[in-house]
């Protein structure tokens, strides 16, 4: 019996050691390196963007392949977080299939299988903003001096739809390009590095000054230059909300979290409206002014606006310390983006700060019920809880919270 026990210990032993090497080890592969934490796929008419969001800014190089025809982009010095898909969903006439996938120890790439001649695609950095990091590919019309033209498409048998190509005439050298070299434009290079990130950034002003970056480069990355978002910190004036262990309260943490999500949204091109700034109450009667009045006039800004979200931030409380983790709300009743609102705004501050996932519910609450829009009330994480009050009472808390509700607004509207 002796010798079982030892038998079964030396094996329990034996298990243990690979897990904890394994589990050491991860820290150790990534230490150094860059998370690249999301890819997003958008499609128009004329052109089709894929972006790859890291935490900081990376370098990248760019490989042309062919058979099939495939454009090649290795992001260095980084790794790939599990959540993220690695099949990419792509419905458009310039890529037929994408993918992304750890490449080796250092380096993520992404794959686009694609029919694009060489003036036909682009790929770019675009640093700041809610997403510290981002490489930007796009496929078919590129830029100002492209749109219009009709893409070259080796696939696209009839041959006028090559012809239009001449159209950019403030690009002449596209003109022989496009139609007597198709193939031959991919053939020289197919293998080799074609493009540094520095060349690649240098390309990107090219493409237009100061408007395009900002339509091209933000709208259509994030969706958020033009879009008008209604920025609501719970509570405020006589009304404190929850208080923490510590005596931190609620309001103090809710403005401090929108006043930097105001920033971080309004650099990315968007109008943002706040039901307050400083420590008051929002309706006009002030402290005089019923539950239903204050409620009711945060609302008035969202809907007299004609914003396009509503986002309301507030800390939840219990009176078991114990309690913790993030919460996303939207209106039983409402509409489906709102719960699609509140869903990616909850998983973009679980992302950020590292709390537990509550879900996503349906609730009743006057503001989400009130508003015109896709609303969502989101509990950032438990005042009451001591480690989260400690967390989200900081100045880098605060501002982490605040980057994963942009992350969410960013996700929501790409």
Known sequence: MKRVYLLLLALLVLLGVPFSAEASSFGDRVEGLTEVTGVRVSSSQDRTRIVVDAKAPVSYRTLVLKDPGRIVVDIE????????????S?????????R??????????????????????????LKGGAVPGRVVMDFGSVGPSSAGATI???????????????????????????????????????????QTAEQTASDTPSQSPAQSEADAGIEAITGLAGRTITIDAGHGGNDSGAIGPTGVTEKSVTLRVALALQKLLTSEGATVYMTRTTDTEVSPKG??????????????????????IFVSIHMDSFTNGAAKGTTGYYYALGSKR??????????????????????TQSCNFYVVKHTDMPATLVEVAFISNPSEE?????????????????????????
């Open 152 to 194: 070259a498409l080796p696939d696209v048998k009839p041959a006028p739809q090559k012809k239009p190509q001449p159209k950019p005439e403030t690009r002449p050298q596209t003109k022989p390009e496009a139609k007597p070299q198709p193939k031959p434009e991919v053939k020289p290079q197919p293998t080799e590095v074609e």
């Open 390 to 414: 400690k967390l989200l009472s900081s100045e880098e808390g605060a501002a982490k919270a605040a980057q994963g509700i942009a992350d969410g607004i960013a996700d929501f509207f790409g």
């Open 287 to 308: 402290a005089n002014a019923s539950d239903i009045e204050e409620l009711q006039a945060r609302c008035d800004v969202a809907n007299q606006h004609n914003s396009d």
């Open 338 to 359: 709102s719960r699609d609102l509140a869903d990616k705004i909850r998983s973009g501050v679980i992302d950020q700060i590292g709390t537990s996932s509550r879900g």
């Open 100 to 125: 992304i996938a750890q490449f080796n120890p250092s380096t993520v790439r992404v794959v686009v299988e694609t029919t694009v001649g060489k003036d036909n695609y682009k790929v770019f950095p």
């Open 90 to 98: 792509v419905t458009s006439p310039f890529v037929s299939r994408a």
């Open 77 to 88: 010095n980084a790794w790939l977080s599990p959540k993220v898909t690695k099949e990419l």
